[in-house]
């Protein structure tokens, strides 16, 4: 399988506790995305990579999130002191930037639920 | 500011019958691509098509089709013959293509199909 995969798949956590998600990119994509989705919504941009640099880190919901690509193949996703409200699908996306394509495609995602 | 909005939440339809769901986007820029992604039950989007705002022409591909109009800032999207294996949600999105590449892609909030059979 080629695909976008990320681990785990279902986490589930009582609050105050740090989490750690992990997405690995198909192999030759070298940009990589990661989404947040409520019931009921459309994903929701969180942050992206080119490589190991962090493109844009702004809309990370708080400073509890952050994320790492540290060798520009696989990416985690941290949660601190997690909170109800983290409960969401995260998921994760890659996409080649040269050729302006555009196309992301999606890993199965990690399902969060906070206690 | 970046904006799509489908307005359908939940749509029904009866097997073989044909479905379009609107999508309406808002840019600024002139430059942007916009897609359609399914989402079934069991979570994982999936990549249905793409356009680019220099392509107006509209397509079909086997059993989907799509009609794209800048001037009414509409990408639509339309099912022939729906099967009950088209019951999802359907996400349109939109990014902004910029020296650097495609910005995220910006989504709206879904239409949930439910083919009856």
């Known amino acids: 399988d080629t695909g976008v995969s990320q681990d785990p798949r279902h986490k589930i956590t009582k609050r105050g506790q740090n989490v750690t998600f992990r997405c690995d990119p198909i192999s030759e994509h070298n940009r990589l995305y990661w989404y947040r989705q409520t019931l009921g919504q459309g994903p929701e941009f969180l942050t992206y990579f080119q490589n190991e640099a962090q493109l844009e880190k702004s809309r990370l919901l708080s400073d509890r999130f952050s994320a790492e690509r540290p060798k520009g193949s696989f990416s985690t996703l941290e949660i601190q002191r997690t909170e109800q409200g983290d409960s969401a699908m995260y998921l994760c996306?890659?996409?080649?930037?040269?050729?302006?394509?555009?196309?992301?495609?999606f890993g199965p995602g990690t399902r969060l639920t906070v206690l | 500011a970046q904006k799509v909005t489908q307005a359908q939440t939940e749509i029904s339809v009866v097997e073989k019958e044909d479905v379009t769901l609107d999508c309406v986007y808002e840019?600024?820029?002139?430059?942007?691509?916009l897609f359609w992604y399914k989402q079934p039950p069991s979570g994982e989007l999936v990549f249905l098509i793409r356009r680019n705002s220099f392509d107006e022409q509209n397509e079909i591909s086997g059993r989907y089709s799509w009609n794209f109009q800048k001037s009414t800032s509409s990408f639509n999207f339309t099912i022939t013959a729906s099967q009950v294996v088209d019951s999802a949600v359907y996400f349109c999105?939109?990014?902004?293509?910029?020296?650097?590449?495609?910005?995220?892609?910006?989504f709206g909030k879904g239409t949930r199909l439910s083919v009856i059979a």
């Open positions: 999105a939109l990014s902004e293509f910029l020296n650097s590449g495609n910005t995220p892609l910006v």
């Open positions: 840019t600024r820029d002139t430059t942007y691509y």
């Open positions: 996306a890659s996409s080649l930037k040269a050729g302006g394509r555009g196309e992301q495609f």
